[in-house]
């Protein structure tokens, strides 16, 4: 497997601009992760699926985040419209599901988002 | 909710020596994993080492083992014969059921 995929890998983008982040997690994998890193808040969860099903989205910041899973390859986190805070490096990241099992976070290499 | 304390936020070592990276967590499960990862300049996550709470017995990764007190709900990191490739921020991580969270990292800086 390649492991996680996301793109693109830097978006520069204006201020008040729609941004689309995707990410292909690895097959099979039951679970799927949203981070965001800053300096300031180091590694958020935003939101996480499980079986393509939202389970947590306490940590996405406003309404102008949202995050998609439409089938078990891929997920999407739109961002309507940006703005200059905004921007940081978006991880998603995937793992198997379940006590007793290897419960592994697998990362992708990271979207780095500038908002000017 | 679980949370992962990661208290030191830089560290610096020699090349050569050895160095303890420390973690402390709250839970009140009994059956979870934990994991160090390593985030070179790169930014790419690499998981280094992984802990089953079940298990006593110490994980070791070549030059990188852990400390696992289950009752202190300690985690520390240590490694051995630091080497310049080993210069990278360090995360900390809690899983159970597949949700994982994270520490706030610790950057780790290896003088030549």
């Known amino acids: 497997d390649a492991g996680v995929i996301q793109s693109p890998r830097h978006e520069v983008t204006e201020m008040g601009q729609e941004v689309t982040l995707r990410c292909k997690p690895i097959?099979?994998?039951?679970?799927l992760f949203w981070y965001r890193q800053t300096m300031m808040r180091g590694l958020e969860l935003l939101i996480y699926?499980?079986?393509?099903?939202?389970?947590?989205d306490s940590g996405m910041p406003e309404d102008r985040f949202s995050a998609k899973m439409p089938n078990a390859s891929f997920s999407t986190l739109k961002i309507q419209p940006s703005e200059p805070r905004d921007s940081a490096v978006y991880f998603c990241?995937?793992?198997?599901?379940?006590?007793?099992?290897?419960?592994?976070?697998?990362f992708g290499q990271g979207t780095r988002l500038t908002v000017v | 909710a679980q949370t992962v304390t990661q208290s030191q936020p830089e560290m610096s070592v020699q090349e050569a020596e050895t160095v303890t990276l420390s973690c402390t967590y709250d839970t009140s499960e009994s059956d979870y994993y934990l994991f160090w990862y390593k985030q070179p300049p790169s930014r790419q996550m690499i998981l280094v080492i992984r802990q089953e709470a079940y298990k006593q017995q110490n994980a070791t990764e070549n030059r990188f083992s852990v400390n696992f007190q289950k009752a202190a709900k300690s985690f520390s990191l240590k490694i051995s014969d630091s080497q310049l490739g080993d210069a990278a921020m360090y995360f900390c991580?809690?899983?159970?059921?597949?949700?994982?969270?994270f520490g706030d990292g610790t950057t780790l800086t290896v003088k030549p």
């Open positions: 097959s099979g994998h039951d679970y």
């Open positions: 990241a995937s793992s198997l599901a379940g006590l007793g099992m290897n419960t592994e976070a697998f």
């Open positions: 699926f499980n079986n393509n099903v939202p389970i947590d």
């Open positions: 991580a809690y899983s159970d059921a597949g949700k994982s969270t």
